[in-house]
Nanobody, 128 residues
Framework: QVKLVESGGGLVQAGGSLRLSCAAS????????MGWFRQAPGNEREGVSC????????NYADSVKGRFTISRDNARNTVYLQMNSLKPEDTAVYYC?????????????????????WGQGTQVTVSS
């Protein structure tokens, strides 16, 4: 099972940017579809974005479309989430997830139960 470690979270003012990284070990990332999820206090974990393992297809939640970009560097075994124009409502713990069987495309509905491996999360706080 792949081990995932997120980094890059922090405190940023509204309108600012952050780039989250998810480094994998124990398996190669190119064998997995990757996802980013987030969870704010009192809320369920919600899907933010995913990227397919083979053709690089991506999917974004409506709330982040046009502001967030997911990418992967298989040579570095790392997935990124570039977050621009951040809003206070983006404040949450962000989790990286991987699954060897998940298929991500524009029609995907991101559900946490579809991903087998998870990182420990990184806190993102956006101040107004």
């Amino acid at each position: 099972q792949v081990k995932l470690v997120e980094s890059g979270g922090g405190l940023v003012q509204a309108g600012g940017s952050l780039r989250l990284s998810c480094a994998a070990s124990g398996s190669t990332l190119d064998a997995h579809a990757m996802g980013w999820f987030r969870q704010a206090p009192g809320n369920e974990r919600e899907g933010v974005s995913c990227i397919n393992r083979s053709d690089g297809s991506t999917n974004y939640a409506d709330s982040v479309k046009g502001r967030f970009t997911i990418s992967r560097d298989n040579a570095r075994n790392t997935v990124y989430l570039q977050m621009n124009s951040l809003k206070p409502e983006d404040t949450a713990v962000y989790y990286c997830a991987a699954d060897p069987d998940y298929y991500c495309d524009s029609e995907s509905i991101l559900v946490a139960q579809d991903f087998r491996s998870w990182g420990q999360g990184t806190q993102v706080t956006v101040s107004s």
